[in-house]
């Protein structure tokens, strides 16, 4: 074990983090890595048997009496997945065998052996060249071959990993990988493990996707709470039902055996004027239940090109599955509209998106949340969908008292001038415009080197507020 002690000392020296934050993050890797490493040392075995037995150096042999490593002591992320899930030895190879090429590819160099006769690689083999860099990237052919050479009932057992009632098929472990526009079938396509249980079975912990064109949403967070929302109380308590959602809808739907009557997952739709707390509150729904989320950024789901829409939404909804995520569309009119009345393809097209947002949303077993400044802007066949449709208008007096108070900093002091009480009733606005106003007002205290906030330093902010929206004070 020094091997893993210097490595994982190594580690926390090219980090340059202190140790003890670090230690957890470091403990888990290390975990993993002795397990993984047992684990390819079992897969090593199999493979020269396989190999032994194919080409003659050996009469027999049954690579299932070959056990693989007893990890029932051991605390690792990789264990406990094996463990909790109760992987049999077909499921268990299956999962080293897509991890060998992040973990040792060159353990899979052995399938480039050429068969003289015809002067390529032993079909039997199973495998498919990656086009990017030739890489030999594993298939359901190449497990079937390593558990019994040209047995067809083995072959045959091994397409069940495959089947959608799988576990494997839920925790996305042998998803398959498209080569272009080819379709190639689930034994012959080249299988990928997702990128959430790579990075659990090796750095220890679930890395959060970032924003790009492979997952077109971005995390959003807050360090705000629920006394830092000021919403209408009749809001409030719509929220809160689908704080209820959040907390209690897995005993509903397993324990409570509801499963089969209800649909997965909760729709909502948030509507009203900009700057009322829409995204706040998705926000905050999410740091109050330990949920992540994340807001999906319209500008790189659109696409002119046909199908590409839906590709890159489908991306999203594969990644979020099964996670809990809370998925928040912003501005959800540019993507869930009104249908227009077919009339050329575009038309047509656009409407078969609609169609496809319909059954993902349908489907979808975290939150989705969609905001919208109009609620007559979505699609009747999504609202008919929604579990609660909320309403965030614009605050009333006390609500903006509220959001004058909370929103100034304690450290900044108030000029006699200033009447927050007189502000809140005579001056209608948002949330978002208030802490605009309070943004303003702050840095023309700290730029005269923190001086009490003036009533005019408010009245200025206020009359840039207005005529953002073409009013005057």
Not at 103 to 110: F, G, K, M, T
Not at 231 to 247: D, F, G, K, N, Y
Not at 437 to 456: F, H, M, N, T
Request: charged share 25%.
């Amino acid at each position: 074990m020094s091997t893993s002690s210097t490595s994982s000392s190594d580690l926390r020296h090219a980090n340059g983090r202190d140790a003890s934050a670090d230690g957890a993050v470091t403990s888990k890797l290390v975990e993993n890595a002795d397990d993984l490493e047992r684990e390819l040392a079992w897969f090593r075995q199999i493979l020269e048997m396989r190999f032994k037995v194919h080409f003659g150096e050996q009469p027999d042999g049954n690579v299932f009496e070959i056990a693989p490593p007893d990890l029932g002591q051991s605390s690792s992320e990789y264990a406990r997945f094996v463990d909790q899930h109760q992987l049999g030895f077909t499921e268990r190879l299956a999962l080293v065998l897509v991890l060998v090429p992040h973990l040792r590819p060159q353990l899979l160099d052995v399938f480039f052996s050429r068969n003289t006769a015809v002067d390529r690689r032993f079909t039997e083999f199973g495998g498919i060249l990656s086009r990017a860099d030739g890489e030999l990237l594993p298939t359901g052919e190449m497990l079937a071959f390593l558990l019994g050479g040209h047995d067809l009932a083995i072959r045959f057992s091994v397409q069940l990993l495959f089947d959608t009632r799988h576990p494997f098929a839920r925790l996305d472990v042998l998803g398959s990988t498209a080569m272009g526009s080819e379709e190639l079938s689930p034994m012959k396509a080249p299988l990928r493990i997702s990128e959430d249980l790579l990075s659990l079975f090796t750095i220890g912990q679930i890395r959060r996707p970032s924003l790009g064109a492979n997952f077109p949403a971005q995390y959003i967070e807050t360090q705000l709470g629920w006394d830092d929302v000021v919403l209408h109380p009749a809001t409030r308590s719509q929220v809160e039902e689908i704080r209820t959602w959040m907390e209690h809808g897995e005993a509903l739907m397993g324990e409570w055996g509801m499963a089969p009557k209800l649909r997965p997952g909760y729709r909502s739709l948030f509507y009203g004027p900009p700057g009322t707390g829409k995204t706040m509150t998705a926000c905050v729904l999410g740091k109050t239940t330990g949920r992540d989320v994340y807001k999906v950024d319209l500008s790189l789901d659109m696409s002119k090109y046909i199908g590409e829409t839906e590709k890159n939404l489908g991306r999203i909804f594969d990644r979020a599955e099964h996670k809990g995520w809370i998925l928040f569309f912003d501005e959800a009119e540019a993507l869930f509209g009104k249908r227009s009345e077919t009339k050329n393809a575009h038309d047509r097209y656009a409407n078969q998106e609609v169609a496809f947002l319909l059954q993902r949303i349908e489907t979808f077993d975290g939150i989705s949340i969609l905001a919208s400044n109009l609620r007559e802007n979505i699609d009747d066949a999504f609202a008919r969908r929604f579990e609660s449709i909320i309403y965030f208008p614009m605050p009333r007096p006390e609500e903006r008292l509220r959001l004058w108070r909370q929103g100034v900093s304690p450290k900044a002091q108030l000029d006699r001038s200033v009447d927050l009480d007189w502000i809140a009733r005579e001056h209608t606005l948002t949330g978002g415009a208030i802490m605009n106003v309070i943004r303003y007002a702050s840095l023309q205290s700290l730029k005269d080197g923190g001086r009490p906030l003036r009533g005019e330093d408010f009245q200025q902010g206020i009359r840039k507020e207005y005529a953002k929206e073409g009013k005057g004070v």
